[in-house]
């Protein structure tokens, strides 16, 4: 199975069947999921990712979500939704709640990332968050959706009250590093570098253990 | 050599004028803007009809096609811009030749908010309508709100966010609001890519307006409502 970052994006990922507990998650969490999934041998968890690029479209995140848990839920014993709130404003939360499916914690996987806790007491408004899939898909997120590349005098209009770009790494990639530099460079913003790890993302998917499924 | 289709401006008529700055407000394209308001002024057009006909006419072309999904965002701003270039000429002239006044509005982002490019554009459309226009910026907490109110005594509040985490913080400044015995001296708008109806509703405001030409037309409605009941009061 390939899984190239531009299928993730506009197209997701099929689950593969096999498992007892179905992560439906966001396509921009895949790689991570599937590292943790190999590196806890959890061979109990099976993913289906919507595309990523909804997080540009948060108000199509529920519905999807939700005709996803409908499609999927007689497959397996237990569904995990693996997106925060994501600019639902509580509407993923409430439809996990009514469909009686449990979702991860956090606003976005920003704060998840960083944990939840830790990420709310930093309260940086001015910080442009990228985690590992985003600086790799700057070019699909950022600078094509907001008309960037073909008017990059947009850029103080959309980015002036920014300071910083933080690169939230979930991986030690020097290559990845220095491309998360030079989009902080595109955009005019100070650059910084936090190393993540999964944060609470294996944490909860720890929570859901094979007894549990 | 001269492209045989330019179009010089200064050659053409009133009417066709208006109209290629139509065009070229919703292509952004701002010097063609600026020369075009220049020449009107120069014709002897009053500085708040090249505002209202040229100007908020075209833009008001560009918010239809925004809201039909024929523009987007990136357009919008262009035109935006192309437009703030011709305010900037006209700016000094309405203070000169004095304009109708419809009315007053402080707006602002909510605190923990820094995103303002709905609200510029909608400070720009409500200046263009006749409003007076004090902008807060971004990041007000509720103390912000309340001293600008009371410093400024506008007709309406406008408040805007972008993020799902902020947009409750509306609510605290309408709350507020009423905690003070204040609220009814106001008309609330708030405005914002999360919003919609139903919140603005459930936070106490007195409308939700989509994007910046519904913000305009309901900022009329309101004023002109609440004139009248002070005519009749």
Known sequence: MTLDDQSLTQSGLAATGKGSVLLLACGALAHEILALKRANNWTHLDLQCLPAILHNHPEQITPRVEQAIEKHRKDYETIFVVYADCGTGGHLQAACDRLG???????????????NAAFAERNEITAFYLTDFLVKQFDAFVWRPLGLDRHPELRNMYFGNYTKLVYQSQTDDPALTDLARSHADRLGLAFEHRRTGYGDLEKALARLGPSLG | MADDDEIILSELDDEDLVAQMFDDLYDGLKEEIEEGVNI??????????VLTKALVGGMTIVGNDFRDGILFVPEVLLAANAMKGGMAILKPLLIETGAPRV???????????????????VSMM??????????LGINNAVESYMEALEAEGPDILGMSALLTTTMPYMKVVIDTLKEKGIRDDYIVLVGGAPL??????????????RDAAVAVETAKTFVARKHNQGATA
């Open chain 1, 101 to 115: 499916v449990r979702m991860i914690e956090g606003p976005h996987c920003y704060s998840f990332f960083e944990g």
């Open chain 2, 40 to 49: 009107l002024i120069e014709r002897g057009w009053a500085p708040y009809d």
């Open chain 2, 103 to 121: 009315g007053k509005m402080v707006i602002g982002t909510v605190k923990g908010d820094i995103h303002d490019i709905g609200k510029n554009l």
């Open chain 2, 126 to 135: 409500m200046e263009g309508a006749g409003f007076e226009v004090v902008d």
């Open chain 2, 196 to 209: 919609n109806e139903e919140f603005g509703k459930a936070i106490g405001a007195d409308a939700y307006c």
